[in-house]
């Protein structure tokens, strides 16, 4: 079920059950008239007796808001997640930068039997770093945004505590986190400092540097920069600018 590449069509009253994967997409887009949801009054569902195919969602990566609304999850064989976020992400014919934000909204994940989120599917380094999830009630358990385990310079931040493996083994935080994008030429890497990046790099895949303030070009398909940031914290953002 899905696509490789889509924006500005809505999933009204989709109803997936016992596929090889209930959705399948690797870039979509903001709405063009600026409605939120992508998939909303949806059903998805696997039955843990069927021994083929995943409850898994394959959601589209890239530098947009993803929403999804009055949506029930549930269901066991779960495969990488109910909502994994970013497939491909960094990849050919996929969205970059990997800052997608996923806006969840009455998501409704308590009849999985398994994990609930991912970050980064089939995708690059970074797609496993930058994704976003972010909620206004419950559907986060109660967490305002969550952010890649990867990142552990949030774990400090006040607000933000590790979330367990039903979570993805995020870091969810009670404050608003959203993508910060740079839009341009690639003049290297950049450094972003601030809360969240206060901590050592660390350097072995997947975090490259990043869960310490390295802002890498994605130069494949958005060519620009990105990274996650904390409402209303204040950041320094260095580069050579030389040229761009």
């Avoid at 989709?14 to 997409?25: K, L, Q, S």
């Avoid at 774990?155 to 505590?161: E, L, Q, S, Y």
Wanted: aromatic share 10%; charged share 15%; hydrophobic share 35%.
């Amino acid at each position: 079920v899905g696509q490789y590449n889509m924006g500005d069509v809505q999933f009204v009253n989709y109803t997936g059950a016992n596929n090889a994967h209930n959705m399948y997409w690797k870039s979509s887009k903001n709405f063009a008239d600026g409605q939120l949801w992508h998939v909303i009054d949806s059903t998805i569902l696997h039955d843990p007796a069927d021994r083929w195919g995943q409850l898994q969602f394959l959601g589209p990566g890239g530098p947009h808001v993803f929403g999804i609304k009055n949506t029930k999850f549930a269901g066991g064989n779960v495969g990488c997640g109910a909502i994994c976020a970013g497939q491909h992400c960094g990849l050919g014919i996929a969205g970059g930068p990997c800052t997608s934000q996923y806006l969840l909204e009455n998501v409704d994940f308590s009849g999985v039997a398994g994990q609930r989120i991912e970050f980064g599917v089939h995708a690059t380094d970074a797609g496993r770093v930058l994704p976003i999830f972010v909620a206004k009630d419950e559907s986060l358990g109660g967490a305002r945004s969550m952010v890649s385990p990867h990142l552990n310079g949030f774990g400090k931040v006040a607000g933000c505590t590790p979330a367990g493996s039903i979570w993805g083994d995020a870091f969810a935080c009670s404050a608003p986190i959203r993508r910060l994008n740079v839009w341009g030429p690639d003049s290297g890497d950049l450094k972003l400092q601030g809360p969240g990046y206060e901590v050592a790099e660390v350097m072995t895949p997947p975090a490259y540097g990043m869960n310490a303030g390295r802002v890498i070009y994605e130069p494949v398909n958005g060519r620009g920069y990105g990274a996650p940031a904390l409402v209303g914290a204040s950041y320094t953002l260095n580069g050579d600018w030389a040229g761009a």
